[in-house]
């Protein structure tokens, strides 16, 4: 199984990532809106194929990303039946199953936090996803949203704690950067949880909590009733229309040599080999400007900030760090050419050999 957890820095959400190596199915669980573009090139990156967003609530600070994700992928919503939340494909119960090539979560409820909480549990009982029913020596908060210390109290102990010792939990949020805990060490150290603690205590500890709330939760709770989908008032999803371009899972916008070519008069190509590579062996494009890597940030008044940059290299290992290094110095319009001068010659298109 392919497994990987993925970080929201903006509102220190998990998502998570399982796939079926053999079927090439996947699921997400908790995607966010504005990570769509990170998760889809790292789906594409690893050959998956999306299949369904399971949310494990209804989040107050951050919109999902389940139906950005369906218009891309065609996956199915997956939440909680009684979230009642439009657009759901997939409204999910206490003891469902879903399946991803031929693995599967089993749904258990969980309420508390929200009253529509939900863990998944996969199949061997070897890792269980708990949204904010369970945080890493925490729990999520019982102040809005329905939420019930005495519900929380009796789904962390009765469907979470009771996994096996060794089940790994993943949380929807960390706010310290702790990645993973597990089912003995939360029954032992969670500090509202665990040990000799009791529904009292728990009360006690929940009811004088005195958090403000979540900055986002009068935007992120109506958009997730709606599965993420944009009102007329949300702005647009940011991505570059000057060129079709590829988000790489690394951060970098990649052009295709066929798409650079046809747009190749409106856009500075920046070639950043050294001087002696610009001619052999491989040649440059016929309209490249050469500014090796080493003094790009040195010549950066040679380049017009205006227009569409796509940098060039042997390779487009060299490009894809300058594309870096020219986004961060504020230059709105940049790519990578994919695959450099090898992918440009082996595609038989025109070079140039001209000196600089
Ligand atoms: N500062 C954060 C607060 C996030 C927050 O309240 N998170 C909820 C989960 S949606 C929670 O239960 N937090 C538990 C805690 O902070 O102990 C924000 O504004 O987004
Ligand atoms: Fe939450």
């Known amino acids: 199984m392919i497994f990987r957890q993925l970080f929201d820095p903006a509102s220190s959400t998990y998502t998570y990532l399982l796939g079926d190596t053999e079927s090439g199915e996947a699921l997400l669980i908790d ?18 194929r999306l299949q369904v967003t399971l949310d494990t609530h209804v989040h107050a600070d951050h919109v999902t990303g389940a139906w950005r994700l369906r218009q891309r992928c065609g996956s199915m919503i997956a939440l909680a039946e009684t979230a009642g939340a439009e657009g759901v494909n997939r409204p999910l119960r206490h003891g469902d199953r879903v399946d991803f090539g031929k693995r599967r979560l089993s749904v258990r409820a969980t309420p508390g936090h929200t009253n ?39 789904s962390a102990r009765d469907q979470i ?3 096996p010792g060794d089940c790994l939990l993943y949380p929807a949020h960390d706010y310290r950067g702790i990645t993973v805990t597990s089912v003995a060490e939360e029954r032992r150290f969670n500090p509202r949880l665990g040990g000799d603690v009791d529904l009292g205590d728990f009360a006690g500890y929940m009811n004088n909590l005195n958090l403000p709330h979540p900055k986002q939760m009068a935007v992120a709770v109506p958009a997730n009733l709606r599965c993420g989908k944009p ?18 899972f690394s951060g970098v916008w990649e052009i295709e040599p066929m798409a650079l070519l046809e747009h190749a008069s409106a ?21 490249a400007k050469l500014v090796p890597l080493s003094q ?34 504020g230059f709105s319009k ?14 038989g298109l025109r070079v140039a050999w001209d000196s600089p």
């Open 296 to 329: 790009l940030m040195n010549r950066l008044d040679e380049l017009d900030r205006e227009r569409p940059v796509v940098a060039v290299c042997r390779s487009g290992v060299r490009s894809a760090q300058a594309s870096v290094l020219l986004t961060k110095a």
């Open 116 to 154: 529509s909480c939900l863990t998944y549990v996969l199949d061997d009982q070897s890792m269980a996803f708990t949204g904010d029913s369970l945080l890493i020596r925490g729990c999520g908060r019982t102040d809005f949203q329905e939420g019930s210390p005495q519900q929380l109290f009796s």
């Open 31 to 48: 995607p966010v809106y504005e990570q769509v573009p990170r998760d889809l090139a790292l789906l594409q990156e690893l050959g998956l």
């Open 231 to 248: 009102d007329a008032e949300t702005p647009a999803a940011e991505t570059p229309d000057w060129a079709p371009l590829t988000l790489r």
């Open 334 to 347: 940049v790519a990578n050419l994919a695959g450099g001068m090898l992918r440009w010659k082996t595609e």
């Open 267 to 287: 856009f500075q190509i920046v070639d950043v080999r050294e001087a002696p590579e610009f001619i052999a062996p491989l040649g440059h494009l016929p309209s």
């Open 161 to 163: 704690l009771t996994l």
